[in-house]
Nanobody, 123 residues
Framework: VQLQAFGGGLVQAGGSLGLSCAAS????????IGWFRQAPGKEREFVAA????????RYADSVKGRFAISRDNAKNTVLLQMNSLKSDDTAVYYC?????????????????WGQGTQVTVSS
């Protein structure tokens, strides 16, 4: 499956931004889709993920209550709505697909990755 992330940009602290992950190739609905981010000098970290049915979602503690993940299998798209953004949210954001049956937070368990999209939050 091929993934492509869209929607990054520059936003002021406290603002909102929506990221999209568009998929093509293998059956999109078979995969758990996750978002990760990587700030300069830091390791890639888990942000959020959603199962194929949308029945289960999982969030990093740092974004819980501020970010929301959703998916539309008919459109092969996963959205990440980011609200109340903080300067600590500044990073390159990646979407990824996992064929593992349960949501995991480890990057190496995700088989496919899109290119990143930069999110910069100014304070």
């Amino acid at each position: 499956v091929q993934l492509q992330a869209f929607g990054g940009g520059l936003v002021q602290a406290g603002g909102s931004l929506g990221l999209s992950c568009a998929a093509s190739g293998r059956t999109f609905s078979h995969y758990i889709i996750g978002w990760f981010r990587q700030a300069p000098g830091k390791e890639r970290e888990f942000v959020a993920a959603i199962t194929w049915s949308s029945r289960t979602t999982r969030y990093a503690d740092s974004v819980k209550g501020r970010f929301a993940i959703s998916r539309d299998n008919a459109k092969n798209t996963v959205l990440l709505q980011m609200n109340s953004l903080k300067s600590d949210d500044t990073a390159v954001y990646y979407c990824a697909a996992s064929s593992v049956g349960v949501i995991t937070t480890t990057p190496r368990t995700f088989n496919y990755w899109g290119q990143g999209t930069q999110v910069t939050v100014s304070s």
